[in-house]
Nanobody, 127 residues
Framework: QVQLVESGGGLVQAGGSLRISCLAS????????MAWFRQAPGKEREFVAA????????YYADSVKGRVTISRDNAKNTVYLQMNSLKSEDTAVYYC????????????????????WGQGTQVTVSS
């Protein structure tokens, strides 16, 4: 089993920065790709960013590209999402997800590719 726990969410002003984290525990040796998704009120969950097991390959949604950086520290079993120049439309619950089967799935942007999910952390950007 794998457990994912997000932290670091909160309230930030537009234009500000925030770093959220996801700590993994359990069978972390089987970890492959990690990703962040988000869900705003009344909207479907959407892909934000993904990172391969080695950290060499990263992908970003167009809506956050250039403002967001995903990274991971496998020694600490932690994946990070650094968010800069935050906008009100970034307000959402952010979820961490793990794929234990592959370094990076082909459909990395699909939530169906990830087997484990955290409980989410709220990020609110005030304008």
């Amino acid at each position: 089993q794998v457990q994912l726990v997000e932290s670091g969410g909160g309230l930030v002003q537009a234009g500000g920065s925030l770093r959220i984290s996801c700590l993994a525990s359990g069978r972390t040796r089987s970890f492959g790709a990690m990703a962040w998704f988000r869900q705003a009120p009344g909207k479907e969950r959407e892909f934000v960013a993904a990172i391969s097991w080695s950290g060499v390959i990263t992908y970003y949604a167009d809506s956050v590209k250039g403002r967001v950086t995903i990274s991971r520290d496998n020694a600490k079993n932690t994946v990070y999402l650094q968010m800069n120049s935050l906008k009100s439309e970034d307000t959402a619950v952010y979820y961490c997800a793990a794929d234990t089967r592959r370094s990076i799935p082909g459909n990395y942007f699909s939530d169906k590719e990830y087997q484990y999910w955290g409980q989410g952390t709220q990020v609110t950007v005030s304008s």
